[in-house]
């Protein structure tokens, strides 16, 4: 009994002093520091358990203070040039008095296990603006593991009074629809011309974009990025009506002679007013949450196995019994599942 | 005491009901009897816990006597004509000696909630060959479900002494990837000339592929079919080389004219040689089952949470909770986190 009493008194003490960090941490936040932002991301980002309860408390004192932005998705092939745009495009939202993030979702990350070669000097210029923070991508061990904490770096950067959020897609594959899924604008970056075929462009993603731009529309490039533009305008009336009522338009720019950068700004700025009086906007943001709320669960019951050690181990020994044949995948999920069960039932109070 | 024998008893004998129902299910499939075939499809796909119970017992009996055959892979955009492919090719398998199971993904059937329209109609004349069985699109709650119980019903197939198996994808976005994690061979159908830019073929795609056959390669579009297997063909030299060591062709045919379908075949053939030579066949398949192992158990242990209906009605709270606002995504799924941990130590013995 007196046992008990004193690691409950621990345990409260300690949870105390999380909380007291936490703290400190966001009120360091809240006046825009950029340094206390990088530290902040990184604890979300950790995977050691200490830092995730910060990390929690953290999150639970911003976001009272998050939400006021605008957060935007830009995706598009390599070669299409998103650095380039995004450096030039982040000036144009600092000119209009915003304060930009610039956060990268990289799937691919989660295998090499390290972020985009040359992340630190990609966008110089814009990173030296006060205004402006630029967080390379998250690695993680799970896509949806760096999709939640790309999710939470939002919660963060908005508190700490930015209210332009670029959520950029690095590398293929899945990462469009997830950045789809945590931002209120989508915009698609396409080249004009040559290799259509290899373009990469998937008629799902077409359907998500909220605008199509179609870079390096400069010299002899411009003609081509003009047709195109109309080109792929006719293709958009092809599919069906927004739920945001949002005509979706097709433009050209040019980072290079920084051409046009501003009217994707106004483009954006247009959607934002149109879809916050017909109540998309907010609509919008809670079927985010919605589904939000649910993959955040998945993970953790999920995690739940994973940070068992035992399970681990049963795991290790029924994964190289499945890869010698001598199981089916299917007997084995069936066997951790039943430790997984006991292991609970037999776990006595909580966690 | 008494009590515990007794349910003890009656659990036992339930369980010896349901293995005798599977045992005599497999013997009836194992004599490649189609309409047993059907009903253990049936029974696989039930979220029913008597049929489950079933179906896992059932899938313990095949296991021994899956494997034995070459699945295939076809995926391609609407409107590349992949019915027709899939009738004209299936014919030419059963003409070289091969009982035919087509099987569908289709992850759109998980908000539709129905089977594509015209599945029944879909590839009449092949439907007809007794060496054929076709199975529509199988409905699921979630993808990774639809999945899952796609790959148990290869096991079924296989059982039945079906030894090409056709998986074919339907709608688009993340299928083409489930597609690809449990098939031998995968084949990426593909239109010559216009509007390439909506042809919907992302690079990724293009990677995944073991072979690209340019369909409807007759009259007026044959040559403009040629030219675009020659360029893909260039384009396929870009890519690194593939693990299996295969060298990825580019082909035309035409169902239609009937023209080429059985250079596909021979395509495939020579793949199933190559790679069962090289070890690749083997060792991928290894890898397949070690990615659904994990798969599997993730499916199972969210599962867990989402058969109680406790549970379930607190989600339900919290859901509603979210969308009013009055909630973030993260706290809620922490709620619903604790409450999980804290019923499954309450559970007392097992499930």
């Known amino acids: 009994m007196e046992q008990h009493h004193l690691s409950n008194w621990i345990a409260k003490r300690k949870a105390r002093k999380e909380d007291l960090h936490a703290l400190s941490l966001f009120e360091q936040l ?26 929690n408390e953290l999150i639970k004192y911003c976001l009272p203070y998050a939400g006021n932005s605008i957060r935007i998705g830009i995706t598009g092939v390599p070669g299409v040039g998103k650095s380039t745009f995004i450096e030039s495009f982040g000036a144009t939202l600092v000119g209009n ?40 991508s998250a690695a993680g061990t799970t896509l949806g593991g760096v999709a939640r904490k790309t999710r939470e770096a939002i919660i963060l950067c908005e508190a700490a ?21 945590m931002v209120d604008f989508f915009l698609l970056l396409m080249l004009a011309g040559a290799g259509d ?3 990469g462009i998937k008629r799902g993603i077409m359907e998500m974009a909220d605008a199509l731009v179609i870079t ?27 739920l945001s009522q949002w005509v979706v338009p097709s433009l050209t720019c040019s980072a ?42 998945k993970e953790k019951i999920i995690g739940h196995f994973f940070s068992d050690a035992k399970l681990l181990n049963a ?37």
Chains 1, 2 share one sequence.
């Open 30 to 55: 809240k006046n825009g520091d950029r340094t206390v932002l990088s530290q902040c991301i990184t604890l979300i980002e950790s995977s050691l358990q200490s830092d995730q309860l910060i990390a």
């Open 97 to 136: 008095g915003k304060k930009v993030a610039v956060l990268a979702i990289d799937p691919s990350s989660s295998s090499t296990g390290g972020s985009i070669l040359g992340d630190k000097t990609r966008m110089q210029e814009l990173s030296t603006n006060p205004n402006v923070y630029i967080r390379p």
């Open 161 to 181: 009074g930015f209210d332009a959020i670029i959520i950029e897609t690095v590398g293929v594959g899945q990462s469009e629809t997830l950045v789809h899924s």
């Open 216 to 242: 390096k529309a400069d010299g002899e490039n411009q003609l081509k990025a003009e047709q195109a533009s109309r080109q792929y305008a006719n293709a958009l009336h092809l599919f069906p009506p927004k």
């Open 256 to 297: 290079y002679t920084n051409t046009n950068i501003d009217k994707v700004w106004e483009v954006i700025a247009s959607y934002d007013n149109q879809t916050k009086t017909n109540g998309w906007f907010a609509q919008h943001r809670k079927i985010q949450d919605k589904y939000w709320l649910l993959e955040t669960l």
């Open 315 to 351: 795991l290790k020994e029924v994964e190289s019994a499945v890869e010698n044949g001598e199981k089916s995948s299917f007997q084995g999920a069936d066997e951790l599942y039943y430790l997984f069960t006991q292991k609970k039932s037999s776990d006595g109070n909580g966690i």
């Open 197 to 199: 075929e290899l373009q």
